[in-house]
């Protein structure tokens, strides 16, 4: 499918997913988003992308916020849709069933920070450089960002980074949790592919299930979720893939999965 504003290539069971609006530092605006969604909703079903890598075209930003041309002069229900476009897409990744790992370059701010944080994990270069500033405008975040980012770095820093629009540094980013990993901006996308290869290595019902037992059980109590985490064992645990990788490790070999 051609895209006028996002570019997707598929290699060795990894499809990789650019941002590709360089000279707006990759901004999203309805446009982006209604790719973006397209593409990862194609990318659900094709099973010849195991893991899914998203990045920003460019050397100075992942994204740079939503569109802030089109949130010039909002009513209340435009706003609102807009919100709820970008909160579908961020579903939509957070949702895939097969990890979605975010490449962060430069800046990822606003809409680019919610869209990284849907991701199933994050790593950046170390001249990243992190923030939800819509307070600034006049605004809050809409995509998720007030939910996500409390649920991964707890409500007082959360709450800093909401209030303030400050932005922070991937270093800082990491020491929070924000970011899993910093790397020099040579070595960002070598490990990510390296990172992303292992996990196209694995068989992608075990991923699925894994995922699943994470993102659900965050939405419950602990004995719902480890209710929730025992019956997705039994899933796993009856799976061809399962009786594989146990049987390739008494061989001392590798396993060979077939995602069943
Ligand atoms: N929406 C629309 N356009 C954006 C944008 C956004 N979120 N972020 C950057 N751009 C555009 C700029 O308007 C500029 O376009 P122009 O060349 O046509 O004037 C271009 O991208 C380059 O950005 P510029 O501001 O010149 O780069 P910079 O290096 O001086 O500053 C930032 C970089 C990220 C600090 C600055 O662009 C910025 O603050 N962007 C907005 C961030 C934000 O508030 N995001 C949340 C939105 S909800």
């Known amino acids: 499918m051609a895209y006028e504003n ?24 309805k446009a ?10 194609s990318l659900k079903d094709d099973t010849s992308a195991r893991v899914v890598v998203l990045r920003g075209s460019g050397e100075k930003a992942f994204v740079a916020g939503a569109d802030i ?21 961020m579903d939509r990744i957070e ?7 975010a490449a962060i370059g430069g800046f ?9 944080m849907a991701c199933t994990f994050r790593y950046a270069a170390d001249n990243a450089r992190l923030g939800l500033p819509e307070t600034g405008l006049g605004l809050i975040p809409g995509f998720g960002g007030t939910q996500r980012l409390s649920r991964l770095v707890g409500r007082g820093r959360a709450l800093e980074l909401v209030l ?54 965050l939405t419950m109590n602990l004995g719902g979720g480890c209710r929730l985490e025992a019956a997705l064992f039994g899933v796993c ?24």
């Open 164 to 217: 303030t629009g400050g932005m922070i540094s991937a270093a800082e980013a990491a020491e929070m949790g924000l970011v899993n990993k910093v790397f020099t901006n040579e070595e960002l996308m070598p490990a990510v592919m390296k990172v992303a290869a292992g996990l196209a290595g694995k068989s992608t019902l075990t991923l699925r299930v894994a995922l699943q037992a994470v993102n659900e059980g």
């Open 32 to 41: 982006t988003i209604q790719e973006l969604d397209q593409c990862f909703s």
């Open 108 to 116: 990822a701010l606003g809409g680019g920070c919610e869209l990284a």
């Open 6 to 29: 996002i570019l997707c290539e598929s290699a060795d069971g990894i499809a990789t997913v650019t941002v590709n609006r360089p000279d707006k530092l990759n901004a999203l605006n």
């Open 69 to 89: 041309n089109e949130l010039a002069n909002m009513t209340a229900s435009e706003a609102e849709i807009l919100a709820s476009g970008g909160q579908r897409l």
């Open 95 to 101: 949702n895939l069933g097969k990890p979605v790992v």
């Open 237 to 260: 645990g009856s799976s061809e893939d399962a009786k594989e990788g146990c049987a390739a490790f008494l061989a001392k070999r590798k396993p060979e999965f077939t995602d069943r």
